[in-house]
């Protein structure tokens, strides 16, 4: 991969030329690479991911717009956009570290790499059937509690800002 610093002769240029492709990156430079070559349609597996993928992207083209913790977090980061950021995290579920009942209340640690949006809570009895559900509480960056009225099965939701889920249970 070459890559144009600014004022170099090949400066501003974005788009395909022959085999070429130029590309803008966020400190001003401009990468040149060699158009890849598709010889196949893929697998049913690569298809459902290219769909996939697809679904991300639109979500992301908006939400980088209106979520201004994506901006926050490229800035972070050398040649990252705000998109970037918010295209990543459409692609990765949050993570249940820890589930636990200690006196009478639900724990839930929990994490993601940007934001964990809520943590869901239900009980449920030995029969599957819904006791109560509610919504947990934050109380630091990573613990979120929740205190039932009932006793039964314990089963957690956690999403993130792409509504990305991730359940366990207790």
Known sequence: MAKVKRGGMLFGLSGSLGNFVFSQMPDGSTRVSVKPEYHRKGTPAQAENRKRFK??????????????????????????????????????????????????????????????????????????????????TRVDAEWWEYAPTREGTVEVEVRDLPWNKTRQRL
């Not at 839930?108 to 559900?133: G, K, T």
């Open 55 to 136: 679904q991300r992207t639109i979500w992301a083209r908006e939400a980088w717009k209106v979520y201004p913790i994506y901006a926050e977090l490229a800035k972070k980061k050398p040649n990252v956009t705000a998109y970037n950021m918010a295209l990543s995290d459409a692609a990765h579920p949050p993570v249940i570290h820890c589930l636990e009942r200690k006196d009478g209340i639900i724990r839930v640690q929990a994490s993601d790499d940007v934001f964990v949006a809520s943590v869901h809570v239900w009980i449920l009895d030995s029969e599957e059937n819904e006791l109560e559900d509610g919504e947990a």
